[in-house]
DNA sequence: TATTTAAACGGACCCACGGTCCACATCGTA
DNA sequence: TACGATGTGGACCGTGGGTCCGTTTAAATA
């Protein structure tokens, strides 16, 4: 697969890698940095990257697009892990302990990518529920529920967990509220715990 | 209070009223027709409604004032309800029985108004979290929550809880995924009822 | 009813931002 | 070195939220 497609088309160009990658540094910078994603304009990143503005529609399509590629590289590791890594994470985890570990998973990257999370949930084009993201999520959450014997309900359960650990609840919890990770961390246990039952 | 204010500040002018009211009107329509939120700008609204853009913002500051405007007209009789009206959804009921109906009600409010609930959450300035409309709804939840004997974390539950009826995930499953309002709500009876412990 | 006054009006105007376009530069290849 | 394909950058455009201010008009006053 791979290798066709290389050999189809011609190698990329070395000055493209080059500013992609230019681009993808500045932007996870500024959105870290900045209090509000929308405080980052699409200038601002091509600035910070020393591109032209084109450059950057090209490569990424649009904003969203944009902030999508930022968070599929900071998110690949965690994706590898719950893909075909150890338990807790891994397929193999029983469900019972893979769906907290999952979940808290979610949540500690929401809390260690706060502002670029938030970014991407609140991308203006169509809602955060079309993104391959959280399909992925929620189809693997949804997977593992199902293995639970006697659990209904899997992909509304899935939803409604993946919903407590929203941007912008985690922002307000975290920042605005001034709760530590930790708390929220705990909160968040024992909520799932509860909705697993026991 | 009230007549206080009204013998010392001259009274509203008529045309005032008149202007907000059309403006009102004239946005809940807007709202309910359009697809997305975003399909509606203040220019819409003030031509719609047969006003100034100046009239627009000197009434409602900001779009988000006037979306927000708009939902606290709509929302008004079921506040009345929780406030002060009988079971299930008055203060008087008992907590195990009041907490499904208050969830149940949020989210029969934001079915039958899907691209008003939409519009807000969506309102730029801010996170949902901040606004009046949120805090009443979390405080409600909570204090009732609080009133289950052997109920932690109500803080963190009443979230959850809430995040569960976010509009656009209703958004998500009654309109792209095709499901019926009442299966949503069977839904997240249920998901409520595992919650509860039960 | 005539006069006065301040609240309300409306739409021209401003500007930030996402996104497009295309003349030009650069890379890889022959 | 020459040549096509790919990539580049920044001027440019349209849209939409929000402001400004000269004009209108309802209400208080005489």
Redesign the interface.
């Known amino acids: 697969m791979t290798s066709n497609e290389a050999a189809r088309a011609r190698k990329e160009r070395v000055d493209a890698v080059r500013n992609r990658e230019a681009v993808l540094a500045a932007a996870d910078d500024l959105f870290a940095r900045s209090d509000s994603p929308?405080g980052v304009s699409m200038d601002d990143v091509a600035a910070a990257a020393g591109v032209g503005k084109g450059t950057l529609f090209r490569r990424f399509g649009d904003r969203t697009g944009l902030i999508r590629a930022v968070v599929e590289a900071r998110i690949e590791p965690l994706r590898q892990a719950v893909e075909e890594g150890p338990a807790p994470l891994g397929p193999g985890t029983p469900p019972r302990e893979r769906v907290p570990a999952l979940l808290d998973a979610v949540l500690e990257f929401k809390l260690a990518n706060r502002h670029l999370s938030l970014a991407l949930e609140?991308a203006?084009s169509g809602?955060?529920?079309?993104t391959e993201y959280y399909q992925w999520w929620h189809a693997t959450l949804r997977q593992t529920l199902d293995r639970i014997p006697g659990h209904?309900?899997s992909?509304?359960?899935a939803?409604?967990l993946l919903?407590?650990t929203?941007a912008?609840?985690v922002?307000?919890?975290a920042g605005?509220e001034g709760m530590t990770g930790e708390r929220?961390r705990a909160?968040?246990a024992?909520?799932v715990a509860?909705?697993l039952?026991g």
Do not use: I, Q
Not at 127 to 130: A, E, G, V, W
């Open positions: 929308r609140e203006g809602s955060p529920y079309r209904a309900d992909g509304f359960t939803h409604a919903a407590a929203r912008d609840l922002e307000h919890l605005t929220v909160d968040l024992a909520h509860k909705v039952g």
